[in-house]
């Protein structure tokens, strides 16, 4: 990418893919026209293959190699089993069309973080809605405290993350979905380059704590009751203690979604561009990133006609997702491919 990125930036690479949801799933589902509880739950396991120097895993799967070789040499890859579960409940008041929310924030369930949103969403009068929820880390991400430690175990820290999220969809009636979210990242024990001969300095440089804005429009084409097509932009600026770790960028994404009866399907695709702001002080060059998303997922409601709940819709998924981040140092080089199977319950 040749803009600063922090939508993929290197820590973060899994955050599109581990889940695989599209842009399309961050919508404002509507508000239920009945007062109660309601909300999905999502649980399965798959194969991960991982590429990748900075992220280390979290308390379900680790994801790389502790030992590394060299600091100038591209990642070696892993691949895991993973499991995987995600969940949203909410509780409507329909007098008001208002509706509070607690669950799983989907833009980072890729990034191996169990991040949750509580949020309260309200419908207008003119059917619109919006949403402003607080975000915080579940289950943190591991990362290294230093990763570029050579030829010792490199020992992971947690990576903590909390923020706010605005969202407004069906803007005055169109079909425009606005996004803003704000994060504040903190690295519990930031190391980055002590084991290197690089001056106090030179290692503030690489420090990657932060905050990270992210600002998306999207717009929904209803071609007909089964067919919807979204494009959608983003503009991203992570701003890290350390300039070299610091960028900003854009990502362009295109989601079609078909809704069939007994399967529907998701077809997702990402490109991403990124610029940091410093010279890297370990390589001598300021770092871009080109990034890449492809993803399908199908749903199948009802296999066999079973319904093992009467008053929630189940559905059984499988999904393929391949993720690249490809930097002009080899060292930052991210690939992800995971395929996964599972269970899906509405209510």
Known sequence: MTKKTKFLSL????????????????????????????????????????????????????????????????????????????????????????????????????????????AVKQELPDKSLISLGVLFTGVPTEVWKDPYLTNTPRQSTDRDSAGLKFAFDDILGTNFEFIYSYRHIEIDDEQSGNSLALSSAQKDLLKRDGDNNKISLLYRFNIDKRHILEPGVSYLDQDRDGDAMSNDGYEFQLTYLYFGNPISFVATGMVGQADYDKENPIYGQTMDVDSYLLGFQVFYKEPFGWKPFDKAKFSVYCGLAYYNEDANINFYDTRVIKADLGVFFKF
């Open 11 to 118: 820590p973060f690479c899994l955050a599109l893919i581990l889940l695989l949801t599209p842009l399309s799933a961050l919508a404002l589902n509507p508000i239920p026209k009945d007062s109660g509880f309601s909300g999905f739950v999502k649980l399965g396991g798959g194969v991960l293959h991982y590429k990748g120097n900075m992220v280390a895993g979290n308390d379900f799967v680790d994801v790389s190699n502790d030992t590394i070789a060299s600091v100038t040499a591209s990642p070696d890859d892993e691949t895991k089993g993973s499991p995987f579960f995600d969940g949203e409940i909410g509780y409507t008041f329909a007098s008001t069309r208002t509706q509070i929310i607690l669950g799983s924030h989907l833009d980072d369930i890729a990034r191996l973080e169990n991040a949750q949103q509580l």
